[in-house]
């Protein structure tokens, strides 16, 4: 079994800083791209930021320049440096790991739980 936990939402003041964190666990052959998404209340879930196994990074524009992606292939682990939060920041984070699993090496998706971020005006 694949498991991914998130850590490091809250509540913070806009132009502040948060750093997400979403480590994966279990039987794991290799992790392909990795990303973050993000659903505000009444909106559809967005693509924030995504990461391929080279380290290619792409952002929504809403947050090229603010957000940060990376990646610790060694501890199976993808982050997401918020700067410059804003007030429509708001939303819960979700990660997304494309994963390899061993022996017959299927390749599955999995999601992490959420983290609420909220960002205060």
């Known amino acids: 079994q694949v498991q991914l936990v998130e850590s490091g939402g809250g509540l913070v003041q806009a132009g502040g800083s948060l750093r997400l964190s979403c480590a994966a666990s279990?039987?794991?052959?290799?992790?392909?791209?990795m990303g973050w998404y993000r659903q505000a209340p009444g909106k559809q879930r967005e693509l924030v930021a995504g990461?391929?196994?080279?380290?290619?990074?792409n952002y929504a524009d809403s947050v090229k320049g603010r957000f940060t992606i990376s990646r610790d292939n060694a501890k199976n682990t993808v982050y997401l440096q918020m700067n410059d939060l804003k007030p429509e920041d708001t939303a819960v984070y979700y990660c997304?790991?494309?994963?390899?699993?061993?022996?017959?090496?299927?390749?599955?998706?999995?999601w992490g739980q959420g983290t609420q971020v909220t960002v205060s005006s």
């Open positions: 279990g039987s794991i052959f290799r992790i392909n791209a």
């Open positions: 997304l790991m494309t994963i390899v699993l061993p022996v017959t090496r299927p390749v599955n998706d999995y």
């Open positions: 990461i391929t196994n080279g380290g290619r990074t």
